[in-house]
C-alpha cells in the first residue's frame, strides 16, 4: 500500500473505533471508509440528529479533511445536487447540473444564473472544482443557500490559492484560502449566512462543509468560527 493508502486506512479505522465506542452511538448503523483523508458514511439513521452528532465526532479526528455521506435518515436517501460534475460525480446517484450533456447530467444550466431548482429541496450539494472558474460566485453560493433543506449541506472543494493548481488554468478566476470561506459564512451585508460544519485544507485544495442558517439568522459565533479561521 502507498503511504495515502496506510493514511486513510488509519483515519478510517480510528473513525470506525470512535463511533463503536462512543456510549452516544451504542447501536448505529454507519461505515466509514477514507479517500483522500475525506471520510465517506454510508448505512442508515432514524434521526437528522443521529447523523450530525456523527459528523462532527468524526470531523474533530486529526487529519480529516471532510466528512461526506449517502447515509439513510428515516428510511430515506438524501437528495444531492453535483454541480458542474461532467462525467465525473461525486457519487453514482448524484443528480448533475452542467451546461454541456454528458451521462451523469440531469438539468443544463448556466451555473452563473438561478438554479432550476425548488426552495428547500435538497439535502447536499456538492461544488468540486467549480467556484474558482466563476467571475463571481457568490450568487451560486445563496442559490445554494435557497434550494438546501434545514440541516442540508454544501459541500465545497476548491485549489488553495498557493498551490500551483491554482493558478497553473488559465480558466481559474478566483483564488481560495480556508480565510475566502471565513467570509462565505459571514458576509457582510447578506441574510444568507452559513455555519461551517468541517473546513480544512491540504497543500492542494481547500475544503468546506456548511450548512446553512436560516435566513436572516446572525453569523456563526466566534467560538465557532475559531475552530477553523484565524
Known sequence: MTRVELRDADLAEAAIGLLRHDSRFPDL?????????????????????????????????AG?????????????????????????PQYPHNIGIDQRRADPVAALADLRTPLPIRDTSIDRIFAVHILEHLPDYLPLI???HRTLR?????????????????????????????????????????????YPLHVARDEATVFADLTPLPLGAPPPQPQRMARFFD
Open 64 to 88: 480529516v479533511l471532510a466528512v461526506w455521506d449517502r447515509v439513510r435518515v428515516a428510511g430515506t436517501a438524501p437528495v444531492t445536487l453535483d454541480l458542474g460534475c461532467g462525467n465525473t
Open 150 to 194: 434545514p440541516g442540508g449541506i454544501l459541500h465545497i472543494l476548491t485549489p488553495w490559492w498557493r498551490h500551483v493548481n491554482a493558478v497553473a488554468d488559465p480558466t481559474h478566476l478566483r483564488l481560495f484560502d480556508t480565510q475566502t470561506i471565513k467570509g462565505i459564512c459571514a458576509r457582510a451585508g447578506s441574510d444568507r449566512c452559513w
Open 29 to 61: 448503523d454507519l461505515a466509514v471508509h477514507a479517500d483522500g483523508r475525506v471520510l465517506h458514511l454510508t448505512g442508515a439513521v432514524d434521526t437528522p440528529a443521529e447523523l450530525a452528532q456523527a459528523r462532527e465526532l468524526l470531523g474533530r479526528l
Open 142 to 144: 445563496d442559490e445554494c
